[in-house]
């Protein structure tokens, strides 16, 4: 059992699942199968169970040579960051059948190809130790999305999903270029050993900033975010779901994982514009989604404002922010995502997004608006539900910080229970109703909200288990980071030659392409 | 040296195949359907194998300007690999009438042939020979698609736009001539090649290499591109669109490996690679036509290449090297899908695509992954090319260029993406007449394609350490 590969196998049984699934007959069939597959998957997650949460390096690590010339490795771990994300994907998965159920009328056995790959991809992101392995299940995960919003989404999905293949993939070249340089300047493409040497000051900043904007883009941060309102809106609710609720915590995950190990120094130098950014989107995000109409669109622009919250406590550099803004990730996806499902829940009833079409639920369906104010309570952060406790400590780390950056953000969380509020008491309450006949929720989706409820106020009242899941690693990064990042700061103050000698300077030894010019 | 038989296997079993095509086209018998459509691609199957084995071989043979090493044995697996896939795309092709069926082929093979001698050429008269050995046989090939007046045109674009090429190659051989008073590639190896020393020559091999860039299209000698895929027939556009390439990739490299970063002659091929792909992409935007835009594609990625060459180390070499096998197959797995559709033999549109996911969902998938390659997206072989062709060149005083090569990577995703998008999200018009699904063996050679670029992306080691090893060879 301890030569089980558990990494690999979370990754690729998925794509194994989509080689059987042309040879499926029958549209229940493939649901059916799709929903074991989800199910196993998330059985096969069950020996992440072994983690050791006292520990704070990487877990579970595997590692082969892949293409030895280059030095690239096929290399897994899992750390407290990552473990959290794989469980919120392969949670995500099943519940995402489910909720397409009845939703995906064409094309099924697609659908459920795109979005089994779309998991297998997202579970890579979050386990890769090689940047080139990393890179590629980045870059893997456009193409499902991309037929995800092309084939299944609204009427103005054409645009949409050509807007957000462009807008990621035109970050992401710019990602790969750093990564190369990372490459020669650091002579391996492995992360850890990446994150373990220092670079020049000129040489982080211009990677900062290539990755930064990959990052940003995934994110978003304003003002980077404009490509995610018409995905949303125009995604179908598997969609929304895994684009909220994965998709834009890779952005987040990056800058946890690369920026702030690998360009400490440029992290502290850039990190007023960071901040700066961040509280744009919390308070642009918070303003326009107070505007909406579209259920799907105020939440959309409630998920820049949220991961404004993250991007924020991220560049404090605070053990408070930083777990903040993990919990803000992880209460995003289970919030965010169930509130889209809770949108194309009502729009099989309704067949509108518009809040106009869907007003005075509260009467007719009552089970409905019981989980849509509990999902929109947690998503305004109110005590005791997951929300709050994500945000309240990156505020917490903010005033620590600087108490002006804390008072810039509080609007924010105001923001929130302003537009998340007018939007339940419309639902619930608004006139005139047209819901008589519709139905109330079905077991299927109880089902699916169901588990989605319980971590809603699980990790609102206690959230030791997650905080401590956390911890040991993000110390880590952290006390790294300020040892390095001090170190570095010594460095700056003398004197450099300039950016491209110090590049060049700090190539190692063991150049891997030591050829000379003749 | 000693000569040896075995040194020279692929040469010979592509001769033996010309020379059978050349008996085939005297006899003139009718009934020749099973000898194109099997024996002639397990003949080019087994060139192929004999190349294979012959990876590895080294030896200098005829004067000393006939060298079998590491790159030249690479490049002829290349080219016999893209062989035997262009004849077996070609043995059932709508426009060509059945009594000129073996010259076609026999014209064919002898460009290949012609190829094959380039990759081993290392003086510069063998090169300029079997150049025109590879391009006379093209300039016969372009025209025949039945009674089409544009075929026609294209031909005579492609043969004035040659002529005038290899002219200015054979300038600049006679300046080399001139300025460094030696035609081998070894003795010139040791000449300097800085403005500064040796004007003459470095005027010479510019011009020289303009011949070159004219086979690979690039900027500015591309014009002749998208004419000469638009105007010629499906099949044979898959082979002037690939293979030809490999054979002016291999003599750049050739002479690229006498340059280092900083000479004048490398900062031309920068520029003009970096103008390579970003004219190549901005005009595939707006193509229509399918073959068109793979015409301009085709002129971005010669760009691409340039990156590799640039760099003038053995890892630059070798991803470059191994970019263009990649490329061929890439182009041959998108034209293989388009020859399949066009059962008729017509340009496909854009629009021809709409719905093919219900039509032919496998050949639509096909297509999905030689588009994705071609962009360069993981998990595609396009992806690891364009990784070491770009790792390569880093810091190799041309930093500007991988911006360059990365940043046009997101422009060329949206005419890609619109192949996947006309296949995939746009739904056929209801008129429209469903042709039938391709016979089972179209299907399963498109599979077999597309199987190799997405195992080529996953373990790229087993191909990329043949490359490297003939990087190796030219810049120890």
């Known amino acids: 059992m301890s030569e089980w590969p558990i990494l690999t196998v979370l990754i690729f049984f998925p794509v194994a699942a989509c080689l059987v699934l042309p040879f499926i007959r029958g549209d229940r069939a493939v649901r059916v199968f799709s929903l074991g597959v989800g199910l196993i998957e998330l059985l096969l997650a069950l020996p992440l169970l072994r983690f050791d949460l006292s520990a704070s390096g990487y877990q579970f690590q595997e590692k082969a040579a892949w293409v030895p010339q280059w030095g690239l490795h096929y290399h897994l771990g899992m750390d407290g960051i990552s473990l959290l994300m794989v469980l919120l994907t392969v949670l995500l998965l099943p519940l995402c059948v489910l909720c397409s159920w009845t939703y995906i009328s064409r094309r099924i056995k697609e659908f459920h190809f795109s979005l089994m790959l779309m998991t297998s991809a997202c579970v890579g992101v979050f386990l890769a130790l090689d940047f080139v392995l990393f ?15 092309a084939v299944w989404g609204g009427p103005e999905r054409r645009y949409a999903s050509l807007k957000f293949f462009l807008y990621t993939l035109a970050g992401s070249t710019l990602l790969l270029v750093a990564m190369v340089a990372f490459y020669l300047a650091g002579g391996t493409f492995s992360i850890p050993e990446l994150s373990a040497k220092s670079y020049p000051f000129g040489f982080q900043c211009w990677t900062f900033l290539a990755m930064a904007f990959a990052f940003a883009i995934k994110v978003p941060m304003f003002p980077f975010h404009t490509w995610l309102p018409a995905a949303h809106v125009e ?3 598997a969609g929304s779901v895994l684009l909220a609720s994965i998709l834009l915590k890779m952005g987040a995950y990056g ?8 360009t400490p120094t ?5 990190a007023p514009l960071m901040i700066a950014g961040s509280i744009a989107s919390i308070l642009y995000g918070g303003f326009v989604a107070l505007g909406q109409h579209d259920m799907k669109k105020l939440i959309a622009y409630s998920s820049v404002a949220h991961m404004g919250f993250v991007t924020l406590g991220i560049f404090l550099f605070t053990l408070r922010g930083l777990e903040g803004a993990l919990m803000v990730m992880l209460n995003h996806g289970i919030t965010t995502g169930a509130l889209f499902m809770l949108v194309g829940c009502i729009y099989e009833r309704s067949h509108s997004r518009e809040i106009g079409q869907n007003l005075g639920l509260g009467k007719y369906l009552p089970a409905y608006m019981g989980f849509f104010g509990l999902f929109a309570l947690s998503s305004l952060g109110f005590p005791g539900t997951n929300s709050f406790v994500g945000e309240a400590l990156v505020l917490i780390g903010a005033f620590a910080h600087t108490p002006w950056v804390g008072a810039a953000a509080v609007p924010g969380v105001m923001l929130g229970a302003a537009y998340m509020l007018r939007l339940g008491q419309k639902l619930a309450w608004g006139e005139p109703t047209k819901a008589k006949a519709w139905p109330d929720l079905n077991v299927r989706e109880w089902v699916y909200f169901a588990p989605l409820a319980v971590l809603v106020i699980y990790i609102g009242l206690a959230p ?22 001090a170190m570095a700061a010594a460095e700056v103050a003398a004197p450099l030659p300039g950016w491209v000698v110090t590049t060049r300077s700090e190539l190692p030894a063991s150049d891997p392409a030591p050829v000379l010019p003749r | 040296m000693e000569f040896n038989v075995h040194m020279v296997l692929p040469e010979l079993v592509q001769l033996a195949i010309v020379l059978a095509l050349f008996l085939k086209s005297v006899a003139k018998s009718s009934k020749s359907d099973g000898f194109f459509a099997r024996v002639l691609p397990l003949a080019a199957g087994a060139g192929m194998v004999a190349a294979g084995f012959s990876l590895g071989t080294e030896g200098i043979l005829f004067w000393e300007s006939y060298k079998i090493d590491g790159l030249s044995q690479f490049f002829k697996f290349a080219v016999t690999l893209g062989f035997t896939i262009a004849v077996l795309n070609a043995s059932s092709q709508p426009t060509l009438e059945p009594e000129k069926r073996a010259d076609y082929f026999l014209l ?10 380039l990759a081993s050429a290392v003086e510069l008269v063998t090169i300029y020979l079997a150049l025109e050995l590879s391009s006379y046989s093209l300039y016969a090939l372009i025209p025949l698609r039945g009674r089409e007046p544009r075929a026609a045109e294209a031909g005579i674009k492609y043969i004035l736009f040659g002529a005038a090429a290899t002219a200015l190659s054979l300038f600049g051989l006679a300046y080399i001539l001139a300025g460094q008073h030696s035609s081998y590639l070894a003795v010139l190896t040791g000449r300097p090649w800085t403005w500064a020393a040796a004007p003459v020559g470095v005027i010479g091999l510019t011009l020289f290499m303009a011949g070159f860039f004219y086979k690979l299209a690039l900027f500015p000698f591309h014009f002749w591109a998208p004419d000469v895929y638009d105007g010629a027939s499906n099949e044979t556009a898959a082979y002037a669109a690939t293979l030809p390439k490999l054979g002016a990739v291999v003599i750049l490299i050739r002479l690229a490996a006498m340059l280092t970063p900083g000479l004048q002659i490398t900062t031309v091929l920068a520029v003009l690679g970096a103008a390579s792909m970003t004219f190549g992409n901005l005009a595939a935007l707006t193509q229509q036509d399918i073959k068109r835009m793979l015409g301009y594609s085709s002129v971005a990625h010669a760009g691409y290449v340039m990156v590799g060459l640039v760099a003038a180390s053995a890892s630059g070499l070798a991803a470059a090297g191994f970019y263009s096998l990649i490329y061929v197959l890439m182009n041959l797995t998108c034209f293989w899908v388009i020859c399949r559709l066009a059962t008729d033999g017509r340009n496909l549109q854009l629009n021809d695509l709409n719905g093919l996911y219900r039509r032919a969902p496998f050949l639509a998938f096909v297509l999905a992954v030689a588009a994705l390659a071609l962009v360069g997206l993981p998990p595609t072989a396009g992806f690891m090319g364009k990784l070491f062709l770009l790792s390569a060149a880093w810091n190799r005083g041309y930093d500007w260029l991988v ?28 008129d429209e007449v469903t042709p039938p699904l391709p016979a089972a063996g179209g299907a399963v050679w498109g599979g077999v394609l597309a199987g190799l670029l997405l195992l080529l992306g996953a373990v790229p080691a087993p191909v990329f350490k043949w490359a490297e090893a003939a990087g190796r060879q030219l810049m120890p």
């Open chain 1, 135 to 149: 890179y590629i299940f980045w870059e893997a995960m456009l193409v499902p999305m991309f037929l995800l919003i």
């Open chain 1, 235 to 237: 995604a179908p609710t």
């Open chain 1, 255 to 262: 800058f946890l994982r690369f920026c702030l190990p690998m």
């Open chain 1, 266 to 270: 440029a992290s502290v130098y850039f």
């Open chain 1, 464 to 485: 030791g288990l997650t905080l401590r899941a956390m911890d040991p690693t993000l110390t880590r990064v952290l006390d790294e980071f300020r040892r390095r990042s």
């Open chain 2, 108 to 117: 064919l093979a002898l460009s290949a042939l012609g190829l094959m001698c």
């Open chain 2, 403 to 430: 911006v360059v090569a990365a940043l046009n990577t997101a422009i060329s995703i949206y005419y890609y993406l619109n192949l996947i998008r006309h296949a995939y999200t746009v739904e056929a018009d209801g």
